[in-house]
């Protein structure tokens, strides 16, 4: 009985303490710790990655390099730290990131000048562009970077959604003309909306960040935004037109087909480890992580049950259906063997670590030739027979990212409200509604929106109906309405 009781413990301490839609803070924290994504860092601000978590990512990083290879993005890498010169170089980029930017304190300052902990890396990537640029034959120039970046925030650690340092891809972007330089900016934000609904199962809004919101620096900004449960909005990627202000501070320009001196255009654009917080945020429920099966490390995790006199046979029954799953979708499924713990305890597990789907298999399976498979999205259980396992398998991998994707956004479209009145924007604030309405532009009126609203700050214009209709007001201050906005409350 030693043993039982154990288990129970250990079963206890492992599971989710806390609901979601009672404590969302401390759940998603549960979460995150519980089933190995993370874990908090000895350093203030910092989280550590563990390998499960950092697996997700890695996943996110192949399938977006195959993305790049397309558009013909190249990977390099830049140094870490930059020189503080650099930031005086663009006046309004240097003055959006001064607050955030981290610098090394030493001896022996490069140059008599101190250095920054990259928080972006427009200003050393661009020093070197001037140098590489010489003719239009060198453009367009594609460069994209996966590395770490510093931003000093005071708030409290909220790991993947905000830290100081954080890992995300930058891609920076030359061009002859504004308008190739527009067309891929765009470009970049439909294959990042591709990434989140078709990859993470996480639906979102596109669209342009208000003249207030937009990157320091950019000529304008693009959005993917994301609405999570607790009625807070998720930044999940972000394209930015530069325009030429970078590359007239920098001195890049080229020799033109028409044999003159030109200045380029300029994008830059990136996702985050954020992604992965939104993903847990938006799917996982009271037993823990729920994860979509194009994402997930391990698809599949095969649990035998197991009695001393059939464990070989058993064993050697999942070990078989292993190879056949692998070997036909070339995707990690894995056994589950270990003898000290029960079946039930191990259900839990995989349970809180989310793995789509589970295969249970028993002597009595093995007699009538067949397999049970639960699904972690629902709950629902199946008997299957061995003869149709490959198929049923890829039927409910697709099912349950199809089920993740289609409840998410019908919580989404169910949160948007639309208001024309102040008092309605109030009371959908207060009820973390995602707010559709006619805005005026202006950057002290948006200020303004924020403060008295308890946090609601813009996060969009709809992508190609940014406009307000002639004869709108603004939804704050009354003026003429130049825009269509979406509002919430964000991470």
């Known amino acids: 009985m030693a043993p039982l009781k154990k288990e129970a413990k250990e079963e206890k301490v492992m ?45 996110i990083m192949d399938y977006f390099n195959g993305v790049m290879k397309k558009l013909g993005v190249q990977n390099a890498y830049f140094p870490l730290f930059i020189p503080e010169s650099f930031f005086g170089k663009e006046a309004e980029h240097a003055k959006g990131f001064t607050p955030e930017v981290a610098w090394v304190s030493t001896s022996d300052e490069e140059d008599g000048e101190r250095l920054a902990i990259r928080p972006t890396s427009e200003t050393i990537m661009y020093d070197s562009y001037a140098k590489w640029i010489r003719s239009h034959r060198d453009l367009p120039l594609r460069i994209n970077q996966w590395c770490n970046v510093v931003r000093w925030e005071t708030h409290a650690v909220k790991m993947f959604l905000r830290s100081r340092e954080f890992l995300w891809q930058e891609g920076h972007c030359v061009y002859e003309t504004e308008e190739q330089c527009e067309l891929e900016t765009r470009l970049i934000l439909k294959e990042y909306r591709r990434l989140a609904e078709d990859i993470l199962a996480m639906p979102v809004l596109t669209g342009r960040k208000t003249e207030k919101e937009k990157f320091a620096g950019a000529k304008r900004t ?38 003159k001196k030109h200045t380029p255009w300029q994008n830059s654009w990136g996702i985050s480890t954020r992604l992965i917080g939104a993903m847990v945020l938006l799917h996982s429920d009271d037993k823990g992580l729920v994860l979509p099966p194009t994402i997930a490390p391990i698809k599949a995790v095969i649990v035998p049950i197991l009695f001393d006199d059939t464990k ?66 629902t709950g629902d259980k199946e008997f299957v027979p061995e003869s149709k396992l490959l198929d049923k398998t890829k039927e409910l991998l697709e099912l349950v990212q199809e089920n993740l994707f289609k409840k998410a956004k019908k919580h989404m479209e169910n949160s948007i409200v639309e208001v024309k009145t102040w008092d309605e924007f109030m009371e959908a604030a207060e009820q973390r509604k995602l707010i559709k309405t006619t805005f005026c532009g202006e950057i002290g009126c948006e200020e303004k929106i924020k403060a008295e609203s308890g946090g609601a700050s813009s996060r969009c214009m709809p992508l190609d109906a940014e406009k307000a209709i002639d004869g709108s007001i603004c939804v704050k201050c009354g003026k003429p309405a130049e825009y269509v906005v979406y509002f919430s409350k964000s991470y």
């Open 15 to 59: 599971g989710i303490t806390v609901k979601k839609d009672e404590d969302p803070s401390e759940w998603y924290s549960q979460v995150v710790l519980r089933s190995e994504l993370a874990d908090y860092a000895p350093v203030k601000g910092c989280m550590i990655i563990r390998p499960y978590g950092y697996a997700i990512w890695q996943n």
């Open 222 to 259: 693009y959005t993917i935004e994301a609405f999570m449960p607790d009625g807070k909005a998720v930044q999940s990627g972000t394209s930015h037109n530069l325009g030429q202000g970078f590359a007239k501070a920098f001195g890049i320009s080229y020799l033109g087909r028409d044999e």
């Open 312 to 377: 070989d046979a058993v064993l050697n029954k999942c070990n078989e259906i292993k190879t056949q799953l692998f070997r036909e979708f070339n995707f990690d499924v894995k056994v589950d063997d270990r003898d000290e713990y029960s079946p039930g305890w191990k259900f839990n597990e995989w349970e809180l670590k989310g793995v789509p789907l589970r295969i249970e298999i028993g002597p009595k399976d093995m007699e009538k030739k067949q397999v049970v498979i639960v699904r972690r999205d």
